[in-house]
């Protein structure tokens, strides 16, 4: 219909997925309307993590980024990310639980479970590095996909958005492994001070 056509035209179709279990691929784009980001935008206000991605976009910021973002609907055991490829897409979840783990596994494999609201595969779209680990759907998810060449039209487009969507998701990345090694900063040694001469008593006073 005139809808789908219309739909179709300003969102083209995804690439494919790769799999972890299922041969099927993802489902999408799902069909949008004007309150579609809505319930996205519900979810990532009410993640309250430490390091959940609060980006802080103005009502028409949020139309603008929509724009540049594809829904999509996966099924559990679908792969959104695989360890290894080079992949620049970032996938805003809105519904629904993923998992992040790592082949072979080391110490149990499993690096995190997040849920609505959670922002993955951010490294891959600015860094354009192999991905470090799996990211796979728990169960039926629904989630909103920005890939690198949106990215870099959005950038030159508006970069005041992009920079406040950089500086959100890198506060809002995956928390550091359970059990992991944790980098810290050591302050610098410490110099032992000397301790100053007492002045020479005046012969008069001795």
Not at 109 to 127: D, K, M, T
Not at 148 to 168: F, H, I, K, Q, S
Request: glycine fraction near 8%.
């Amino acid at each position: 219909d005139a809808f789908a056509s219309e739909s179709r035209a300003s969102h083209p179709a995804p690439a494919r997925l790769k799999m972890h279990r299922q041969p099927a691929t993802i489902r999408g784009p799902a069909p949008k309307n004007a309150m579609a980001i809505q319930t996205l935008r519900d979810a990532i206000q009410s993640l309250n993590t430490p390091d959940a991605f609060k980006p802080r976009f103005t009502p028409d910021q949020w139309r603008m980024f929509e724009a540049f973002l594809t829904r999509h609907e996966v099924r559990g055991g679908d792969l959104l990310v695989k360890q290894g490829e080079h992949d620049r897409t970032m996938y805003l979840l809105e519904s629904g639980t993923v998992q992040v783990f790592v082949q072979p596994p080391k110490s149990g494999g499993r690096l995190s479970i997040l849920r609505a609201g959670s922002v993955v595969g951010e490294a891959g779209l600015f860094s354009d590095q192999p991905r470090m680990a799996n990211v796979e759907a728990m169960g039926h998810c629904v989630v909103w996909a920005l890939r690198g060449p949106r990215y870099e039209e959005l950038a030159a487009r508006n970069p005041e958005l992009t920079l406040e969507l950089v500086r959100a998701a890198a506060a809002g990345g995956p928390p550091p492994r359970s059990g992991g090694p944790r980098q810290t900063c050591r302050p610098p040694a410490r110099r032992p001070v000397p301790r100053p001469h007492a002045p020479p008593t005046p012969a008069g006073l001795q």
